[in-house]
């Protein structure tokens, strides 16, 4: 179920591992839209929340994502507010549920170790390109250049995010390097609730209905 609020209302209902889905409006983004069939772009995860500025005494939520982002490109942590006020295009937060949650709580501490290990590498468009691609997949020629066998020396949005879900115990057997923005927004892990925090009421196709065990391997 879509709700919409602004980001200010529901900041102190986030909590780390929760999935932040983002729908842009740039040529790129354009084009992921056109090949993945959605209007999901870019993922990131939340990280911590309510940490606090030393600096004006305000508390933000922090998010990681692997992304291009005021002249920085690799992984990196953003304030999450601060995503909000300058994303040109869509925004949704989707919460985890409650069998995620329950896992995320039991492995959160390797969850950190990983995702914080990977801060700092590099951004891997071309994975990306490859990720969205699928149609190619099975092409006994072509799909050797649209399948993506996993490597993690870099790093693009939803293959980091697949990742980290997959060391925090909420999917499993995953192919992280063929997992696309809107591939995490389906799999079967999120309430039913979710909010879009920017844009016009626009859902989600296919949103928390999939499963995904043994994600991007090929049979």
Not at 142 to 166: P, V
Request: charged residues 20%.
């Amino acid at each position: 179920m879509l709700e919409q609020q602004k980001y200010h209302h529901i900041r102190e209902q986030m909590r780390p591992g929760d999935i932040i889905a983002f729908g842009g409006n740039s040529l790129f983004s354009r084009w992921t839209k056109l090949t993945t069939r959605s209007a999901v772009t870019h993922i990131a995860i939340v990280m911590q929340t309510k940490m606090r500025d030393e600096a004006s005494g305000r508390y933000f939520n922090q998010v990681m994502e692997a992304t291009v982002y005021e002249g920085k490109k690799g992984v990196m942590t953003n304030r999450l507010s601060e995503r909000v006020h300058t994303y040109d295009g869509d925004m949704w937060w989707l919460p985890l549920g409650e069998s995620a949650r329950n896992m995320f709580e039991q492995n959160k501490r390797e969850f950190f170790n990983f995702m914080f290990a990977q801060e700092g590498k590099a951004y891997d468009v071309l994975q990306l390109f490859g990720s969205a691609v699928d149609a190619l997949d099975s092409h006994p020629i072509l799909g050797s250049i649209s399948y993506n066998q996993e490597d993690f020396s870099s790093w693009f949005c939803s293959e980091l995010i697949a990742e980290g879900l997959e060391t925090a115990g909420i999917i499993n057997s995953v192919n992280a390097s063929e997992v696309t923005p809107v591939d995490i927004c389906r799999f079967s892990i999120f309430e039913q609730r979710y909010v879009q925090l920017k844009g016009e009421a626009r859902p989600i196709a296919g949103f928390n209905t999939q499963l995904a065990d043994n994600w991007g391997q090929v049979c």
